[in-house]
């Protein structure tokens, strides 16, 4: 069972690494990213509040579509949530510093494709362990069994 939390949150961490390396880039490679970057411009938030806020409607979204409420995947959803959002948050700043957001378009489309290629690694790598999800995950799911 040890195994599976380090591999969930390794594989959260990657996720949040290069997801947030996409979002930087700003060129919306990944639907839901831009869909951060939108709120966070219209609202005036952090991408952290952004992210933790649109997983938890995400959540009671799916609750809704599936008409059960399952608090227990609630939670596990929250777990998942709570560090990916602060993650992000935290490698969002690192890009910038490190500047990526300021690079010409060909060097950060590499640098957005790369986040892709690493993202899908972590999405891999916690949806193998099957403990906790992203609030998108599951409602993916629910709108494929529909």
């Known amino acids: 069972m040890k195994k599976t939390y380090l591999y969930t949150f390794l594989g959260i961490t990657l996720n949040a690494i290069e997801n947030s390396m996409t979002i930087v ?86 640098v957005d494709i790369l986040g892709l290629l690493i993202s899908f690694t972590g999405l891999a790598m916690y949806s193998e362990c099957a403990w906790c999800f992203h609030p998108h995950d599951a409602l993916s799911s629910c709108l494929k069994s529909r």
Request: glycine share 6%; hydrophobic share 55%.
């Open 25 to 110: 880039t700003n060129l919306g490679s990944i639907l839901w990213p831009a869909s951060i970057v939108n709120m966070m411009h219209a609202f005036g938030w952090t991408m952290c509040a952004s992210i933790f806020t649109e997983g938890i409607v995400i959540s009671f979204l799916t609750m809704i579509l599936e008409r059960r409420m399952s608090w227990k995947q609630w939670r596990k959803e929250l777990i998942f949530l709570t560090p990916y959002s602060v993650l992000i948050q935290a490698f969002a700043t690192v890009w910038r510093w490190w500047g990526i957001d300021k690079l010409d378009f060909i060097p950060r489309f590499g």
